[in-house]
């Protein structure tokens, strides 16, 4: 996917790519390294350097990232007296000796910019000042340690320190968040450049949010606003997030990352964000000799109103920014002798003084809808199930007084852990009254766990993201004699942020029965047994080999708890990206052809009542040319029927404009000191595109005057031209693009302007396909 994502990032306007480095995925085992495969750091990096690309290396070697435990390897932990991200001897050794790695690989292959390559920046530690109160004059002491460690390598590039005020010199403080252009206090030296490290496009989701969503014209204001104040570098997080495989992602964080990007989890043009944000990048790229050569001024009007320019005297070079910062009323603003119209909450671009180029809340570039379509090759399911034996203490015995710490239990080796108990009861003990029976309590320190009496499931519980704690009350069938007690205890990835994480656990801390005759019994040292992993896992039965080391039943209504369900399918038609919808399932990890796409939860509802997530994505790279083995591990009861593999795409493309809009910023050029139009008639226009390789099909719906609704569905108002879809059709079906001007002329040739004081909107949507 890289080659593609990284032409789309071009293409949108971008000059550098920012990526951090993963020491838990390149040193998952102390002093054995990784960098093949997907893993190729040097690989990566030349490839955006031949794009034409600069890069940012986030060294780390701590990222946070909602990444596995924040980058760091599990081994790290169990280091004698370490203490993370602190001023400690064991810590710091391995830091060092990891990061002089990574730096030295740089410099052999000559990727930092004085050797020639893309590397342009690099980044130490990450976000430090969120912790560093918590230890005290240690993390005083440690910034200023790894910041000296990073500049005595002399890579020749600046190193930064992102959300850290103090950062030492010369290494620069870098600002994250959403409004940098505000809420940035600047560099601590004036010989610093204003670098904003993080533009968050949207929101990373964890396992019960809603769905999250932050809007094109306020990421567009942010970075007008910013550049507009002495900014230098605007990175965006992300620009693609992308797909967290396998067990990668961070406590509770979703499979899904980001998808609110730019450049949506499978890699498409989220549109209108992408393109209007390309358009921004156009904009300051014809304000760019002004802001590096002018001089800034600023005249505040009012409160909510203030014109930014950057004028090199003498010259005819200037560039203005006009702000109108009110959140919900629109105003008229004059300069120069000029009045500007601008929308609440917006910024209009001026490369010449004179003429608006763009304004960030005022979009005239392409929307688009993504639609999940049903395979028709793909989805003739014959699904099989294979459940796994719940161990009790006779075939997994105690082999200590209390449950083991899951962390440390685990090593990060696994999501899943079995606990194992037994107890006596005698007729004594049980209760008699019908309806009435015995509870197990189990007060655990998180993730999640599944609970099972004498071999029978009685239920599931889990913590959240916010409060990994819970408490787990069910009622179970005990019975007279000896009962069995087991608990698959799980994690749903490791802590990513916050202080001392070496010292975060999880797991069963506390076990009970609650309601016998001769009252509570507690467990907690009754003695346990315990075993890492589950035996599908150990067999590999996802893969082609292992799947043949066990017996698969035909799936025949409902199976219990804690079961593989495999099948095959075909591989979808088209070349497009591909997702599997996981209707009717729980809890578990999805394999395809032996490879985790991630983990899914469908159980676990947002306060809407809908999974977070229901769509999984599966890279084409993993699909056989034509059959594929498709297996599930789900804890929960649950079926796989309604599971179906989907094509994705965008095809469905729209225009969304107003006939008082700027044009397009594509309208104008500035070459050699020298700002023009390209065109004639610089107006509005709709500007329609299809994904490369498809052409326009359809229209589906066309309107100019006053329709209303979104990209994907459009009404029609009371006001409408009758030859509009004919207009339409005529400039673009048959395509793979089309400019329709907003041209009142043009749409009201016969019949005349029904409603001519109306300010009227042109509103296409069109199909795309091969």
């Avoid at 049980?430 to 015995?438: E, Q, R």
Wanted: with cysteine; glycine share 8%.
């Amino acid at each position: 996917m890289w080659p593609d994502i990284l032409d789309k990032a071009r293409h949108g306007g971008l000059n550098v790519i920012q990526t951090y480095v993963f020491w838990n995925a390149h040193e998952p085992e102390q002093g054995k390294f990784n960098f093949e495969g997907q893993y190729d750091l040097v690989k990566f990096i030349r490839l955006v350097q031949a794009k034409g690309m600069y890069v940012t290396l986030r060294v780390g070697p701590f990222i946070q990232a909602e990444w596995n435990h924040g980058g760091l390897p599990y081994w790290l932990r169990e280091v004698p007296g370490i203490i993370f991200r602190s001023d400690n001897e064991p810590y710091k050794y391995h830091m060092q000796k990891f990061v002089s790695k990574i730096i030295q690989m740089m410099k052999d292959e000559k990727l930092f910019a004085p050797q020639g390559g893309p590397i342009i920046l690099a980044q130490i530690e990450n976000e430090y000042n969120h912790i560093q109160l918590a230890y005290e004059e240690k993390g005083d002491s440690y910034v200023q340690w790894a910041a000296n460690m990073a500049v005595a390598f002399d890579v020749g590039v600046p190193w930064i320190m992102c959300k850290q005020r103090d950062a030492p010199d010369p290494v620069i403080n870098a600002c994250n968040g959403r409004h940098c252009g505000d809420t940035f206090s600047g560099p601590n030296k004036p010989y610093k450049p204003a670098i904003w490290t993080e533009n968050w496009t949207a929101q990373y989701r964890v396992f019960g949010d809603p769905i999250s969503k932050r809007s094109a014209e306020d990421i567009a204001f942010s970075v007008a606003r910013f550049f507009s104040k002495n900014g230098n570098l605007v990175n965006y997080y992300m620009y693609h997030g992308g797909t967290n495989f396998g067990r990668t992602s961070s406590a509770f964080t979703t499979t899904r990352y980001y998808d609110e990007a730019p450049l949506d989890e499978y890699g498409l043009e989220r549109e209108p964000k992408w393109s209007h944000l390309r358009d921004a990048h156009k904009a300051m790229l014809l304000c760019r000799k002004a802001i590096l050569g002018g001089v800034p001024s600023v005249q505040k009007l009012n409160a909510y109103h203030e014109v930014r320019t950057f004028e090199k005297p003498e010259s005819n070079i200037c560039a203005a920014f006009i702000t109108n910062n009110h959140s919900t009323e629109a105003a008229t603003i004059s300069f120069r002798g000029s009045n500007y119209f601008l929308p609440a909450h917006s910024i209009s671009v001026l490369p010449d003084c004179k003429t608006v180029v763009y304004n960030t809340q005022s979009i005239v570039s392409q929307h688009n809808a993504r639609n999940f379509v049903k395979s028709a090759v793909a989805n003739n399911h014959k699904w099989e199930v294979y459940s796994e034996a719940i161990p009790n203490t006779m075939t997994l015995q105690p082999n200590q007084k209390v449950p083991a710490e899951l962390y440390l239990l685990l090593k990060d080796r696994s999501d899943y852990a079995w606990y194992t108990t037994s107890f006596e009861l005698s007729p004594q003990d049980l209760p008699t009254k019908n309806g009435v029976a015995p509870v197990l309590r189990i007060m655990s320190l998180g993730h999640s766990l599944a609970a099972f009496v004498n071999g029978q499931y009685i239920g599931t519980g889990h913590g959240t993201h916010e409060e990994k704690s819970f408490e787990f009350e069910q009622p179970a069938n005990f019975k007279v004699g000896t009962n069995y007690v087991t608990i698959l205890a799980s994690t749903v990835g490791l802590p990513d942020s916050g202080a001392y994480m070496e010292h975060r656990y999880a797991g069963p801390k506390s076990i009970s029965i609650l309601g016998l005759n001769t009252g509570t019994i507690d467990l907690t040292k009754n003695g346990w047994g315990h075993q890492v992993g589950l035996k599908g896992e150990g067999l590999e039965i996802f893969s082609e080999e292992g799947s043949k080391k066990v017996t698969w039943t035909p799936v025949n209504g409902p199976t219990r708890a804690l079961s593989w369900f495999k099948t095959r399918f075909a591989t979808p038609e088209g070349r497009g990206p591909v997702a599997i919808r996981m209707t009717g399932m729980g809890k578990g990890i999805v394999y395809v052809n032996g490879q985790s796409i991630g983990r899914h939860w469908m159980t676990f509802l947002s306060p809407l009542g809908h999974p977070t997530q229901s769509e999984y994505h599966i890279p084409r790279s993993y699909l056989n040319q034509k059959d594929n083995l498709l297996v599930i591990l789900e804890e929960e009861k649950a079926s796989p029927e309604k599971i179906e593999i989907l094509n994705v795409d965008r095809d469905t493309i729209c225009s969304n404009i107003l006939e008082s809009d700027p044009a397009n910023v594509n309208s104008w050029v500035s070459r050699h000191g020298q700002f023009h139009a390209v065109i004639k008639n610089v107006t509005p226009q709709a500007s329609l595109k299809c994904p490369s390789g498809k052409r326009i099909v359809a229209i589906e719906f066309a309107s100019f005057g006053n329709p209303s609704g979104l990209c994907g569905n459009f009404t029609f108002g009371n006001c409408n031209a009758a030859a509009t879809k004919r207009v339409v059709e005529k400039e673009c079906l048959g395509k793979e693009e089309c400019l329709v001007a907003v041209n009142r002329a043009s749409f009201n040739r016969k019949k005349g302007d029904a409603c001519p004081d109306l300010v009227k909107r042109l509103a296409i949507q069109a199909k795309c396909s091969y």
